[in-house]
């Protein structure tokens, strides 16, 4: 239940995709350390790490949420073929059969000497993101160079390899964190936070009583050696903007990764997909309130840097970075609809701790399914734990509830029994409704639950 994708900016970064890829064939370095990335059937980046960050041989390799990141070392071999290795547990990428097939995982292990430990790299075309270009590569095993490490659904497996195989140029984000010139609200003011340390009391907007609370924090994560895309985001409080004269007085300003999310007065919007004239929350200390603020202008691939931050307090709740409110992490809600993979929304936002347990409502889109049955997915991509308690949909007035399944039959009642969802882990709902997708006016999928952090 996992995914992953890959990088070049001065340092060697891998991209491989689902999709096709046109081959380009260039020099290899024999010796290298790098994080690993993969771009999904649905253009999404995804990172490759080992399942629970496990040392353990055996363990697969799984979707990281980019929080955390596993340097892998690629050791060429005589005979052309490179080991990778688990920096964090010096175990070898193998795959989990031998020979290889189509759909085989991919697992790590203590060194053997064999091909089943050996892996091919080839080199895919250059992207243009950057003005040094970004280049794709394919990983093969030796046991069967006929396919390549991908992902299918949320899995990491190997698939068949074309050589008419094409890859979507995108942006590439690493992550969900700050660069060390935002400021952090603490108890001796604001400071930049890359100052920030392991204790110290910061600024969080508690969601239960609508107040500042200042907490430790728990653990500061930096990640660095990359180089980091940052979007900038320059907005204005409504009552300081003049209408008559368009000009703007007391502009703020944020730079993050576009995966950030920020709240905003319709739930929390990761930064890369907020727009001029959207509206965020602002914490305003002269009313000690949070206050709607006019995005006025909005900076996409700003600036790079080489080192981001991102902090996580001990009572779990958002913290204050430039006035604005950053969000904790929660799991992910897609839709499934012909093998493609439509994602909806975060769900569970806010709901951090057991005594937030509540419904949370998310509405479905269906521009993109059609018929009667619809599948939808609920995954989680981060370092925290789902307690899921109960689960349906709403189509209009009509309470559907999913399918049985061992999987899901947990989920099906209100019984405070819930079903734990880890870090790689997802849950596939089906329903089956009375009507065709196209005879609802409103598709709700309904969540009782919360999550806890685990960084």
């Known amino acids: 239940m996992s995914n992953l994708k890959t990088v070049i900016m001065k340092k060697l970064v891998f991209i491989f995709s689902g999709i096709i890829l046109s081959l380009m064939l260039t020099a290899q370095p024999d010796n290298f350390s790098q994080v690993i990335y993969v771009v999904d059937d649905n253009g999404i980046q995804q990172q490759l790490d080992i399942f629970n960050n496990s040392k353990t041989p055996g363990a697969v390799l799984s979707i990281s949420p980019g929080e955390m990141y596993t340097y892998f070392n690629f050791i060429k071999q005589p005979d052309g073929y490179y080991h990778i290795i688990n920096n964090e547990s010096g175990l070898y990428l193998e795959t989990q ?145 003049y209408a008559a004269t368009n000009e703007y007085f007391n502009i703020e300003l944020i730079d993050a990764t576009e995966n950030h999310p920020l709240l905003t007065p319709e739930g929390y919007k990761p930064v890369g997909n907020i727009v001029e004239g959207d509206k965020i929350l602002y914490y305003s200390e002269y009313s000690q309130k949070l206050e709607e603020c006019i995005v006025v202008r909005v900076q996409k691939n700003y600036s790079t840097v080489n080192e981001v931050y991102n902090i996580k307090l001990s009572n779990g709740m958002p913290y204050i970075v430039n006035h604005t409110i950053a969000s904790p992490k929660c799991p992910y809600v897609s839709v499934i609809f012909e093998d493609e993979i439509y994602e909806v929304s975060e769900v569970l936002r806010n709901q951090l701790s057991p005594i937030l347990d509540k419904y949370e409502y998310i509405d479905i889109p269906t521009e993109n399914i059609s018929g009667n049955f619809i599948s939808i997915r609920i995954d989680e991509r981060k370092d925290e734990i789902s307690y899921i308690d109960n689960v349906y949909l709403m189509a209009d007035d009509e309470i559907l509830i999913p399918l049985t399944s061992e999987t899901n039959s947990e989920i099906a009642i209100v019984d405070n029994k819930y079903l734990e969802m880890n870090k790689g882990e997802y849950l596939d709902l089906n329903f089956v409704l009375p009507e065709p997708v196209s005879q609802y006016s409103v598709l709700k999928l309904v969540v009782k639950g919360y999550y806890v952090l685990l960084y």
């Open 97 to 241: 059969s031998s020979p290889a097939y189509a759909g085989c995982k991919i697992i790590q292990n203590s060194p053997k000497g064999n091909d089943n430990q050996k892996w091919k790299i080839l080199p895919g075309k250059w992207l243009n993101l950057y003005d040094d270009g970004l280049q794709c590569y394919f990983i093969m095993p030796k046991s069967n160079d006929e396919l390549y490490i991908t992902i299918k659904g949320a899995s990491v497996v190997l698939s068949k390899f074309s050589t008419n195989q094409t890859v979507e140029t995108q942006t590439l984000t690493f992550g969900d964190c700050f660069p060390e010139t935002v400021y952090i609200l603490t108890d001796r003011g604001y400071i930049p936070i890359s100052d920030v340390i392991k204790g110290e009391l910061v600024a969080s907007w508690n969601i239960i009583s609508d107040k500042i609370e200042y907490s430790p924090v728990d653990s500061v994560l930096v990640h660095n050696g990359k180089e980091y895309s940052l979007t900038r985001i320059s907005f204005v409080n409504h009552n300081m903007l």
